[in-house]
Every structure is written in structure tokens, then in C-alpha cells.
């Protein structure tokens, strides 16, 4: 009976109940439909409470209200919603702690906040990521991700690689799920210095955040592991004796396009990749041992016969160091529906680039694309038009074409360097003109420079009574120094100054050329704060303005 009364008590009429939802970036909180449960609850116990302890039921009721508190409020913690576990590494690579920082910088993002509920890295796990940052390969181990992501408790792994491509670093990023081992996310990108890097953590973070999340739970798409690279080298190919062999460098080079290719291919959707692990090596191991006693024997019978102990066969066996056999067997060991076969030659120093996806079952061909780049920058640019023939299909040529649309506007607006922009401003001369205002744009075809147009107008004179405009027209050369939270410019030019007066009733006017040096600060891309000194090296004056700036650029 009184029990049948306490669960009717914590029950709320359905008219009374609100759906509460409870945004990502709040912590454990008591809710407001956790709240009303829980103290509609303790009313109804109270009330219960009072009509047996009359009745000399202490004990027992005493017994129930905890036991139904206990149910009430594990039954209100079901609304809390649960965020995914992030373990974030450091990124390996790059000069000194740049790896550290731009991980913790990342890691404070509000996207990653909102989204993911940070996990440490505890003592334990410290052997694991030691050896983590001792990799010098953009591709890292998913094993190695996986054993840290257990280790710390966490449901997904973010983890980095940073190194020189030509004269500008590479920053490579990915999300690896600690249970299926597949690449959820990724984002890569170049830069020049560290503060640029700091300029494009926040798209980076969105871009990752929206990548992993979208990750769907049921339905998921075939997977694709990412076979190990088939070297050809160039004397090999052709047909010489004494083969080239690449150097650690180079080999870097081919790991980094590997893992472009693969984030491009997982961005596009059609494909759950699987990166490395050390299953897929073990497979291409035991391949190339079986290749080895392959060649062994079958020189072994070369030397018979030509000493007569055997006959020449009819035919030679087609020989197949790295075929479809020994990448097949990678996607086998990987579990994986389809795999990726890489695969380049260096012919007079270009690199021909192949990739394939092949079916693990039989070894049929999928989809195939490849090209040929002479720099690691160009191969860069390479991979995502392979990804798009690899994973897009009919629709491939129209992408390519929208990519390279859109890497020349970034080649012109996306380059942090180059201060393209228009704006307004308004300051005085603390002279004739007491109070000018005009329009500025400034272009930057070449980095860390710009020329300056303005068109500027004067009004207000120091001469009681007198009426009083100018125009002047200008342009500036400028030195540009950017820093995250905008830059600095420095520079000189020239313009021709248009001054007149009406003073009782009669007019004057002055033309003048004039030199000016300029310096300013740009905060944020929005404003912009100057001092300009103009002479005609007879006189001298200057100009402090504020203004408003649009910058035009592409992240």
C-alpha cells in the first residue's frame, strides 16, 4: 500500500512535464525536469511520511524515502545527455614546442569545448605518447592512437604532425575513433609562421568538430584501408642495374600525401578509411618474405637449368612483387571491404603518383586515378584531385574544376600576407584641414607588402570666417607585418593636394605635391589606426585618422 502510494507521488501528470535540452558546453548541472521530479517526489513521501510515523512506522518509512529518492534521482539523471571522451596529443614534428602549444590552443577552442568533454592524459599513458611524438611519420600508427585512447578512457583520439613543405610549414590533424579505427576527421593546411597558424585554429576546430560528429550510427559506409606504398625506384623503372634508393626524406614526402589522400577521401563521405596499423604491416610483411623465397627458388631453377639439370619451362611465371595479391591481403588483415593501393615511380625527377581502390574479395578494380608532380607542394594539390576521381565518380571533373577556382582566389585572398582591403576613415591634420575623411583600398599581389590608393577629403580651416576644402589624392607603398590579431604597416608615397578658400568673397587656390610617410597598426582586420607625414620639403604636416576597414580574404 505504501509503496504503491510513494510511486504514485514521484509520477507528474503528462500536462506538467517540458522536454529540457541541455546545450553542449554546460557541465553536470540538476536540470529544471530533474528538479521537479525529484521534489514532486519528496512531497509525496513527505506527506506519507506524516501518515505513518502517526501510525508508528518510522522505520519503514524512513526505508522507503530513501529507496524511492534513490530511484527518483537516478531516474532524472536519464535527461542528462553524455558528450563524446577527446584525448588530444601533442602534435609531433615542427620546430621546439610549436607541436604543444598549437595542441593545447586547439584543445581550448569553443567548437571542441561545446562538443567534446576533454580528457587528461594521465601518468599511465605517458610511454605511449612518448612514443607517438618519437614518429616521424604524418601517418601515424592507429594502434599506437587506439592503445592511448583506451589507456585514458577517451572515445576518440585527436593527434597531429607538423613539418617544412618548400618554404612554408604543414600542419596535418586527425580524429581517429578508438573503437573502429577509423579516421573520422581530418584537416590539413600550410602557414609561414606560427601566429598565422593561431589565425586558423578556429576554422580548423569547426572543420574537425563537424567532420566527427557527423559520423553516422547506423548505415555507415564501406570501409577502405590504406595499403602501404609500392616504391618503384627510378633506375628500377627504368630497367637499370643499379637502382635508387629514397632517401628519408622522400620517404616522409610520400607519408604525407598518403595522409592527404586519405583525409580527402574521408571528407568526401563515400568511404570509412582505416589508417594504418600494425595488422596491415604484418600482412605486407609475410607478402614480401613469401615474394623473397619466391624469387630464391625460382633463381634457383634459372641456375639448373642453364647447367642443364633442368628443362626451360615454356613460359615464364609473371612475377608479382607488390600485385593485387599482396594488397588485397592488407585489406584482409584490416577487415576492410575495399582498399587503397599506392603507388609511385621517380622518372627524371618527376613522380608518377597511381592510386587504385581495389575490392578485398577478388581484387577487382574499383576506382583508379593518378598523376605526376616534381615538388611536395604540387603533390599536395595532387591528392585531393585524386580523391575526387577516386571517391566522386561522374561528378569528378566538375569538383576539379571548382577546386582549382577556388585555390586561385586563395592564392590571392587566402595568403595572411597580403593585406587585400577597402575601407573608410576619418581624423584631422591639426591644421588646414582641421577635419578630414575619405576612402582608402589597398592591393597586395606580392606577400608581406601593399599599395595604398585614397582619395581624401579636408574641410574646416584655422582662419576665422573662412571657407575651406581640399582634395588629395594618394597612393602608398607599405611594408606589412602580420600578427593574429591583425599587423603592422609601414610605408611611403606621394599625393597632390587641392586646397581652396573663399574669404569675403575672394578665392584662392593651391595645388600642391606633396610626399607622405605612413605608419599604422590593423586590429583585427577592422580597424585601422595611422599617422601620416606629409612635406613638400618647404613645409611639413601630418594626419591621424581612424578608420574602418573590410579585409578581403578566404580561410
Given amino acids: 500500500m505504501f509503496m504503491q502510494l510513494s510511486v504514485q507521488s514521484m509520477i507528474m501528470p503528462k500536462n506538467q512535464q517540458k522536454s529540457i535540452a541541455r546545450p553542449w558546453n554546460q557541465g553536470r548541472r540538476i536540470y529544471p525536469g530533474m528538479a521537479t521530479r525529484f521534489f514532486t517526489g519528496a512531497a509525496g513521501f513527505s506527506s506519507a511520511m506524516r501518515v505513518y510515523s502517526e501510525r508508528g512506522h518510522e522505520k519503514h518509512v ?49 567548437n571542441v569545448l561545446r562538443a567534446f568533454a576533454l580528457v ?47 618554404r612554408r610549414n604543414l600542419v596535418i590533424a586527425s580524429v581517429i575513433h578508438v573503437e573502429s579505427f577509423e579516421l573520422v576527421a581530418g584537416y590539413y593546411r600550410t602557414y609561414r609562421s606560427f601566429w598565422e597558424a593561431r589565425g586558423f585554429l578556429p576554422s580548423m576546430s569547426r572543420s574537425l568538430v563537424e567532420a566527427a560528429l557527423k559520423r553516422p550510427a547506423a548505415g555507415a559506409p564501406p570501409t577502405l584501408a590504406v595499403a602501404p606504398w609500392q616504391i618503384t625506384p627510378e633506375a628500377q623503372a627504368l630497367g637499370d642495374d643499379a637502382p635508387r634508393v629514397f632517401d628519408a626524406a622522400e ?49 634457383e631453377r634459372l641456375i639448373q637449368v642453364i647447367m642443364g639439370i633442368l628443362d626451360a619451362p ?12 599482396a594488397v588485397t591481403s592488407v585489406g584482409r588483415a584490416a577487415g576492410a571491404d575495399f582498399v587503397l593501393s599506392l603507388e609511385t615511380r621517380a622518372l627524371d625527377g618527376v613522380n ?49 574544376a571548382a577546386l582549382e577556382r577556388r585555390r586561385r582566389r586563395i592564392g590571392v585572398f587566402g595568403d595572411t600576407a597580403r593585406f587585400w582591403s577597402l575601407g573608410a576613415f576619418a581624423g584631422t591634420s591639426f591644421a588646414d584641414p582641421w577635419a578630414v575623411g575619405g576612402l582608402q583600398a589597398t592591393l597586395a599581389p606580392l606577400p608581406f607588402s601593399f599599395l595604398r590608393l585614397g582619395f581624401e577629403l579636408g574641410f574646416i580651416s584655422e582662419m576665422e570666417g573662412a571657407d575651406f576644402h581640399s582634395m588629395y589624392p594618394s597612393a602608398h607603398a607599405a611594408f606589412f607585418l602580420p600578427f593574429s590579431w591583425g599587423g603592422l604597416h609601414v610605408g611611403a608615397g606621394g599625393g597632390f593636394m587641392i586646397a581652396s578658400y573663399a574669404f569675403h568673397g575672394v578665392y584662392y587656390e593651391r595645388r600642391t605635391a606633396l610626399a607622405d610617410f605612413a605608419a599604422g597598426v590593423n586590429i583585427r582586420n577592422v580597424f585601422d589606426v595611422s599617422y601620416s607625414l606629409r612635406t613638400d620639403f618647404s613645409t611639413a604636416g601630418g594626419r591621424f585618422s581612424v578608420g574602418f576597414t573590410h579585409r578581403f580574404r578566404i580561410r
Fill in 314 to 325: 615454356d613460359e615464364a611465371a609473371p612475377e608479382d612483387l607488390y600485385g593485387v595479391a
Fill in 62 to 110: 524512513l526505508a522507503a524515502a530513501l529507496f524511492a529518492c534513490c530511484l527518483a534521482f537516478s531516474h532524472a539523471q536519464t535527461d542528462i545527455p553524455t558528450r563524446p571522451r577527446l584525448g588530444v596529443l601533442p602534435f609531433s614534428g615542427g620546430p621546439g614546442g610549436d607541436g604543444q602549444t598549437i595542441a593545447d590552443l586547439l584543445s581550448s577552442c569553443p
Fill in 352 to 400: 608518377v603518383f597511381a592510386a587504385q581502390i581495389l575490392r578485398t574479395e577478388d581484387g577487382g578494380l574499383l576506382a583508379g586515378a593518378g598523376g605526376s608532380y616534381g615538388r611536395i607542394g604540387e603533390g599536395a594539390n595532387l591528392m585531393a584531385e585524386l580523391a575526387f576521381a577516386l571517391a566522386e565518380g561522374d561528378a569528378a571533373p566538375e569538383l576539379v
Fill in 251 to 299: 620517404l616522409h614526402d610520400l607519408e604525407t600525401l598518403a595522409q592527404i589522400l586519405a583525409i580527402r577521401i574521408a571528407r568526401s563521405g563515400e568511404y570509412a578509411v582505416l589508417p594504418r596499423a600494425s595488422s596491415m604491416a604484418a600482412a605486407m610483411r609475410a607478402w614480401e618474405i613469401r615474394v623473397a623465397d619466391e624469387r630464391a627458388a625460382t633463381l
Fill in 120 to 166: 587528461p592524459i594521465p601518468p599511465a599513458a605517458v610511454p605511449a605518447v612518448s612514443e607517438h611524438r618519437l614518429q616521424a611519420s604524418a601517418f601515424a600508427d592507429s594502434d599506437t592512437l587506439a592503445e592511448i585512447g583506451r589507456i585514458i578512457g577517451a572515445d576518440y583520439v585527436l593527434s597531429g604532425h607538423l613539418r617544412r613543405l618548400g
